[in-house]
């Protein structure tokens, strides 16, 4: 029986956040899968290969990485779900040089599953807080 759309959003952000396990995405991410709005410039990323890339530089750049998973609701083949997110700037990545800061921000994420692999991701966090509590961006 394949996994539901809700089991999957609570894998990804588990299996592949948490626990660090780059492996896991080509499980989850199908090979035309498209994650829109997921990096830190609000882009979109393409496949797994590009998904890999992408979180390969983000764990470069923040430790301490760690996703809880707040709540998830789940129709058919889609699952939506808010998420908060903790981590430390500690490395350069991104064009910024380590803060060194620890910074909380929060997201909602949305996936439509085919075949028990990720086709679409939408994601919406608070991009600007995390830029922020950096030093990537001056407050006004």
Known sequence: MPLSAGTIFRLWFDEVWNQRDASRIATYFAPDGIAYAADLHGADVHGPAA???????FLQSFSDVHF????VWELGNKAAGRWTLRLTHSGD???FTASGVTAKVTGMTMIRVEDGM???????????RLASACGMVKPA
């Open 51 to 57: 998904f890999r890339a992408f979180f390969e530089q």
């Open 68 to 71: 809880t998973v707040e709540d």
């Open 93 to 95: 990545g991104f064009g």
């Open 118 to 128: 990720i086709v679409e991701g939408w994601n919406q966090w608070d991009r600007m």
